[in-house]
């Protein structure tokens, strides 16, 4: 089941807070954030396990309510070079290690103008 | 440490031919994926791999194979290309399943069938 990431795109002046939400209808037990910029790789953001964990990114913040299966992704202050689309990554088991990947949404567009 | 390699960068197919795009980390990880990515639908996941001789489908398994023979290398092959399969495909690889951080990915290869 994909993640349903909202909104689909935001446009922002430079300095201006932007939030991305990821939402999923079956039980998580991570959530991870990347950025794309275009014709490159992903770039890895956040992981959010469940219990509370972070790892990532130290300007960059996200939630992960458990109950809920959302998580959402805050941008405070942003700058131009966080342009670009946003992913979130759902892990919908755990079976050993995580073997079978994530399931990743559609993406949310940013755009920050100067 | 080059990370993950991926050749070719960029390939044109012609409608029934097949290919082999080639995937390479050298960080000694043992899970390794395979995604493609489609304008505004995300990552799917093609195949994945625990280990060297191990490998299983992910969501989008028809019209691609893979093996791991061994634990440096992942390669996806294309049997009878189809236009459905023009998109960016990107190998990507962890150590210790999903849960423990970052996955790393490779620049991505972009494939057109004509």
């Known amino acids: 089941q994909q993640p349903v990431q909202s909104p689909q795109a935001v446009i922002l002046r430079e300095g201006e807070d932007a939030v991305i939400n990821c939402s999923s209808s079956?039980?998580?037990?991570?959530v991870h954030w990347y950025r794309q910029k275009h014709g490159e790789a992903p770039v890895f953001l956040m992981i959010?396990?469940?219990?509370?964990e972070q790892k990532g990114h130290d300007k960059i913040s996200a939630s992960f309510n458990e109950k809920k299966q959302q998580s959402s992704l805050y941008l405070t202050a942003s700058q131009l070079s966080y342009s670009g689309t946003y992913f979130c990554g759902t892990e919908q088991k755990y079976s050993g290690g995580g073997a079978d990947g994530l399931t990743f949404g559609k993406g949310t567009h940013l755009i920050i103008q100067p | 440490n080059a990370g993950v390699t991926q050749t070719p960068k960029f390939r044109i197919l012609k409608i029934g031919q097949s290919m082999t795009l080639q995937c390479t980390q050298d960080?000694?990880?043992?899970?390794m994926y395979w995604y493609r990515q489609d304008p505004g639908m995300g990552l799917k996941l093609i195949y994945y791999?625990?280990?060297?001789?191990?490998?299983d489908k992910g969501e989008v398994p028809n019209g691609y194979n893979v093996s791991r023979s061994t634990t440096e290398d992942f390669p996806l092959r294309l049997e009878l290309a189809a236009p459905s399969q023009t998109s960016v495909y990107f190998c990507?690889?962890?150590?210790?399943?999903?849960?423990?951080?970052?996955?790393?990915f490779g620049e991505g290869s972009r494939l057109t069938v004509l």
């Open positions: 959010l396990l469940k219990g509370g």
């Open positions: 960080m000694n990880h043992n899970y």
């Open positions: 079956k039980a998580l037990y991570s």
């Open positions: 990507a690889s962890i150590n210790g399943g999903i849960g423990a951080g970052e996955l790393f």
């Open positions: 791999s625990v280990g060297a001789g191990i490998t």
